[in-house]
């Protein structure tokens, strides 16, 4: 099982900055992939970017291209998510989530870190 940590929310102004963290730890030898999704009061949870293990190739969503870089460290299993340009639709708990081989989708999740964007 792998555990997740994320770090780095908080409270911004539009068009503002902030870096998100997020560190695994447990049975992280199996990780493919890392990634984060956001939750918006009452809407469901969405995709955000994610990063492959094996390459480093990145995806993003639509809403977030050009504005938000997915990163990770060279050593250990650590991803940031630096968020620039922020919108007031940002605003929500941001979840690291990571995918392990043979797995189905994203399986670990962390507890979440709130991103709040005012206008």
């Known amino acids: 099982q792998v555990q997740l940590q994320e770090s780095g929310g908080g409270l911004a102004q539009a068009g503002g900055s902030l870096r998100l963290s997020c560190v695994a730890s447990?049975?992280?030898?199996?990780?493919?992939?890392m990634g984060w999704f956001r939750q918006a009061p009452g809407k469901e949870r969405e995709f955000v970017a994610a990063?492959?293990?094996?390459?480093?190739?990145?995806e993003y969503a639509d809403s977030v291209k050009g504005r938000f870089i997915i990163s990770r460290e060279k050593a250990g299993y650590v991803i940031h998510l630096q968020m620039n340009s922020l919108k007031p639709e940002d605003t929500a708990v941001y979840y690291c989530?990571?995918?392990?081989?043979?797995?189905?989708?994203?399986?670990?999740w962390g507890q979440g870190t709130q991103v709040t964007v005012s206008s």
């Open positions: 990063m492959r293990w094996s390459g480093g190739s990145t």
């Open positions: 989530a990571a995918q392990s081989v043979g797995g189905s989708g994203f399986g670990s």
């Open positions: 447990g049975r992280t030898f199996r990780t493919n992939a």
